[in-house]
């Protein structure tokens, strides 16, 4: 066979192979069936199910999580000379890490970012560092020398530069005074975005401040640059598989071919509330009442709650009710609209019979 019979052959098959995809795609029907008409399962019937089925080899996961209790004082010991601690490994770690804050963590303030949440205002995470750090360098200064040091000014006033530089600051002559920020999921949807980690990083870097994060992500490192790694977090990793399911976690995002239901937003808004404070929590039963009690209203008014608040002493200042509403605006509890007055109002995004429920959850 020659070279010009060897093109032909070539060329006819090339040929046939585009007539009958042009034969095909013209005689073949297409699907009138859209991705709305789909029947979905209601969420929390699908929840129920998931729920339902029994975990496998619970009794090894739990030795596996127990065994690394023999770790605790290394983890300790690592903190104590200034590195972080990374926790990665197949399943969820949020039950250890809270164990050996619990355990080995207990002459030090603690502050818990859950990172699975959408949103986290990050802001408020470091005013509360501030805040815990300062009530720990007053009372070992007036155990120590028997005075109290100088007041400052308030935290939620400040700036973050200002912040972080008080977290960071050499004046503090008081030895091994720091307080820890544990960081479930580091690398969750609410802190994937680049200002975010270079905020926790800043975070990390503080000399008063010891992290410990968990990732599960397998691309997770790659939200760093080597300075952040190196410099910044300074990250001691620790393999700690534990398989563990992600029970938690999972409650925050919606399952695929599913509706949701107000009984899962209801046990959402109940977890992100529980991790709130007391006040916080009493901030937002007041709005809820105000919501039961008025159910044609469009809102309670900001100057309306700020007064109630203020009556029953959950707040001190418009500052602190400013923090609290943004804490619940960052967890999507509440909503702002403008009533027909022009006025903000605040409203909760759920039936009254799903809020009914709610408050009886925080009661």
């Known amino acids: 066979m020659d070279v010009d019979e060897i093109e032909e052959e070539e060329f006819g098959f090339s040929r046939n192979y585009f007539l009958a995809k042009e034969l095909g795609s013209s005689s073949r029907k297409k699907s009138a069936r859209k991705l709305s008409e789909i029947d979905l399962v209601d969420e929390e019937e699908l929840r129920e199910v998931a729920a339902s089925i029994e975990p496998k080899h619970e009794k090894e996961v739990n030795e596996l999580i127990s065994s690394y209790q023999s770790?605790?004082?290394?983890?300790?010991?690592?903190?104590?000379?200034?590195?972080?601690?990374?926790?990665?490994?197949?399943?969820?770690?949020?039950?250890?890490?809270?164990?050996?804050?619990?355990?080995?963590?207990?002459?030090?303030?603690?502050?818990?970012?859950?990172?699975?949440?959408q949103s986290i205002n990050l802001k408020q995470v470091v005013i509360t560092l501030a805040e815990l750090l300062w009530d720990q360098v007053k009372l070992r200064q007036k155990t120590t020398s028997g005075s109290l040091c100088k007041s400052q000014q308030p935290f939620n006033t400040r700036s973050m530069s200002d912040l972080l530089t008080f977290l960071d600051s050499p004046d503090l002559e008081v030895e091994d005074c720091f307080v820890c920020i544990l960081v479930h999921n580091i690398d969750g949807p609410g802190l994937r975005d680049s200002d975010s980690q270079q905020c926790l990083a800043s975070i990390a870097a503080c000399s008063h401040v010891r992290m410990v994060a968990s990732i599960d992500h397998v691309n997770a490192p790659l939200l760093w640059d080597k300075k952040m790694v190196h410099t910044q977090f300074d990250w001691y990793w620790c393999h700690v598989p534990t398989f563990a399911p992600y029970k938690v976690e999972s409650m925050f995002f919606p399952f695929i071919l599913a509706h949701g239901g107000s009984a899962q937003s209801v046990k959402t808004a109940s977890i992100v509330?529980?991790?709130?404070?007391?006040?916080?929590?009493?901030?937002?039963?007041?709005?809820?009442?105000?919501?039961?009690?008025?159910?044609?209203?469009?809102?309670?008014?900001?100057?309306?709650?700020?007064?109630?608040?203020?009556?029953?002493?959950?707040?001190?200042?418009?500052?602190?009710?400013?923090?609290?509403?943004?804490?619940?605006?960052?967890?999507?509890?509440?909503?702002?609209?403008?009533?027909?007055?022009?006025?903000?109002?605040?409203?909760?995004?759920?039936?009254?019979?799903?809020?009914?429920?709610?408050?009886?959850?925080?009661?």
Not at 87 to 95: C, D, E, L, R, W
Not at 289 to 312: F, K, V, W
Not at 340 to 345: E, L, M, P
Not at 351 to 359: F, P, W
């Open 71 to 117: 770790l605790y004082s290394k983890w300790l010991f690592v903190l104590r000379s200034g590195f972080a601690l990374l926790m990665y490994g197949f399943g969820s770690k949020k039950a250890l890490i809270e164990d050996f804050a619990s355990k080995s963590l207990t002459e030090y303030s603690v502050v818990v970012v859950n990172g699975y949440l």
């Open 273 to 363: 509330l529980q991790s709130l404070t007391p006040n916080a929590q009493n901030v937002f039963k007041v709005l809820a009442e105000h919501q039961l009690a008025h159910p044609d209203e469009e809102g309670m008014p900001i100057n309306n709650l700020y007064s109630t608040c203020r009556e029953r002493f959950l707040v001190s200042s418009q500052v602190t009710l400013n923090s609290h509403l943004t804490e619940f605006k960052d967890h999507e509890l509440i909503k702002t609209k403008r009533n027909s007055d022009g006025q903000d109002c605040l409203c909760i995004p759920l039936t009254n019979e799903a809020l009914q429920k709610l408050i009886a959850d925080i009661v």
